[in-house]
Structures are given as C-alpha cells and as structure tokens.
C-alpha cells in the first residue's frame, strides 16, 4: 500500500532529472529512475555491509507517476530484512517540483521497489555482513 503523505526511510540520493534522461514521450526514461534507485540502494547497503556489495535482484517495481524534466529526485531507503550475506531495501522516490515555485511541501512518490544486495570480498566472493 503506498502512503502519499510522507517517504518511508531516509533519504539517500536526491538529484535533478534533466533532458537529457527523457523517453521519447518528454518523460524521464524508467531505466535512469532504476539506476538512480539502485545508486541509491548500493549506498545504503555498502553502508550496513561495511563493504563492497552488488545488486542481485530488484523485485516489485512500480511506477506510480512519471517524472518531469526540472523535478529535484529524491531517493529513500530502509531496511526490509537481512541474512547471513544479503540485505533486501525498500526504495521508494519521491519528486519535489521546483516549477511550483516556493511551496517546498509539495512532493509526491512516484516510484518503489525492493532491492537485494550481496556483500561481497575483494574477490568477488559472498561475505558475511560486517
């Protein structure tokens, strides 16, 4: 269930969509939105691992409302669960729209997923988290 009133977790990232990351439709592109989650998801997860980790898996991806060119992105994280070796993160973004001018409340989701990520050692081999 989405709640539209406030971002569940911290925030991570936070960025401008720009023109360069649009589809075809004026849009930004949904892949630049899952990159951004993902840069997002390793920081967090570097974080509680101590150490390098790699993406494994995204799991139930929604896209809720498209981002305009000129929204301020905002990517938050928590915790879902953890293993031996892997942390799974809820993301969620968020958009603030700086065309609105001076309402600095104004924002609203328009993305989430689950991430899972795997530390690793300097091998490329799984690791314990720290």
Known sequence: MIDQSHPRGTMVLRTLAMPKDTNPNGDIFGGWIMAQMDIAGGILAKEIAK???????????????????????CCYGDVVKTGTTSVTLHLQ??????????????????????????????????????
């Open 51 to 73: 150490g390098r980790v790699v993406t494994v898996a995204v799991n139930s991806m929604r896209f809720i409302r498209p981002v305009n060119v000129g929204d301020v992105v």
């Open 93 to 130: 973004v968020w958009v603030k729209p700086l065309w609105h001018g001076s309402d600095t409340e104004l924002r609203w989701q328009v993305t989430e997923a689950d991430f899972t990520y795997v530390a690793i050692d300097e091998h490329g081999n799984k690791r314990p988290l720290s």
